[in-house]
């Protein structure tokens, strides 16, 4: 079988897609959402880097239909806005991508709502977004929610009695923390979704490791990782293929609920979608209950 590619997405005529993030995977993910006739809402904090990446995917795509809508994911007055907005314009949502996150700043820093920077924005931020979107979801034809992921999340912990890192602030374990929620978010929503009849699938990426500036932006330009990113450009695959299996889980017909998809070379850190592999901490049903209980509490949200 040959490898799944963005040629291979299905005619995405008909639907709209929500995906969080203006750059990186979240521009290639609207990009090609928008190459395969998506109507697409390219969501994000900032307008400037909103407007351009709109621009850049009208200058790509003849009569494409995107836009930008401001959404600022550490803040939950932000996210009620963004989806008051969005019910009064649309019938129903049949795509939603959360990507958007920041990753590592060196000194620990808190969301609008007074919650870790990381586990406020990477998975507080996407759950809200999800619960007050998913009115429009369930009115969709197969809709569909892909949560981002990464490879960290293997060596993720949950610590349920520091959530916010109040205690000990560590970048890469708060970041680990924030992307196994993501990923045990992900796969509790399919487990609602099918108790409750929902009709939504909830699916699982991660790019492996991919050429973004989510390194310099989270621990700063002049950071060692950032170096890294600079000067060994060259370990990390271009962002247009790190966005591939998000995309899988987005679009191909073969992509299931409640699975997780990543890269299938060099230990999932590049290549093509495939089947990726679930770190055992994410496989907790009890730990996934407790922490869509904790998530509904602390941002007042629920499905």
Not at 127 to 154: M, N
Not at 245 to 253: D, G, N, Q, S, Y
Request: hydrophobic letters at 45%; a positive charge; glycine letters at 10%.
């Amino acid at each position: 079988m040959a490898p799944w590619t963005a040629s291979d997405i299905p005619s995405q005529k008909g639907r709209t897609a929500v995906v969080t993030g203006t750059g990186g995977l979240g521009f290639h993910d609207a990009l090609a959402l928008a190459r395969a006739g998506a109507r697409v809402i390219v969501a994000g904090r900032n307008p400037r880097k909103g407007g351009a990446a709109v621009d850049r995917i009208r200058a790509d795509v003849a009569r494409a239909d995107v836009r930008f809508e401001l959404l600022d994911l550490a803040s939950l007055d932000s996210i009620e806005a963004f989806a008051e907005r969005l019910g009064g314009s649309l019938d129903r949502l049949d795509l939603l991508i959360n990507n958007a996150a920041v990753m590592t700043p060196p000194r620990r820093q808190v969301t609008a709502d007074g919650f870790e920077l990381q586990f406020g924005t990477n998975h507080l931020g996407h759950f809200a977004l999800t619960a007050r979107l998913l009115p429009w979801l369930r009115r969709a034809q197969s809709p569909r929610v892909v949560s981002v992921s990464s490879v960290a999340a293997r060596s993720g912990v949950l610590d349920f009695d520091d959530l916010q890192s109040e205690r000990r602030y560590k970048p890469m374990a708060a970041y680990g923390q924030s992307k196994l929620a993501c990923l045990m978010f992900a796969f509790e929503l399919q487990r609602r979704s099918d108790v409750g009849g929902w009709g939504v699938q909830s699916i699982a990426a991660h790019p492996g490791i991919a050429r973004t500036d989510l390194l310099p932006n989270g621990a700063g330009p002049s950071s060692p990782e950032a170096m890294i990113r600079r000067f060994l450009w060259f370990l990390f695959q271009p962002a247009a293929q790190g966005a591939l299996p998000t995309l899988f889980a987005a679009t191909a017909a073969q992509a299931e609920g409640g699975l997780y998809y990543g890269p299938d070379r060099l230990g999932e850190t590049r290549g093509h979608p495939s089947v990726a592999r679930v770190p055992t901490q994410a496989l907790d049903r009890a730990d996934a209950a407790r922490l869509w209980a904790d998530s509904a509490r602390l941002t007042g949200v629920s499905a």
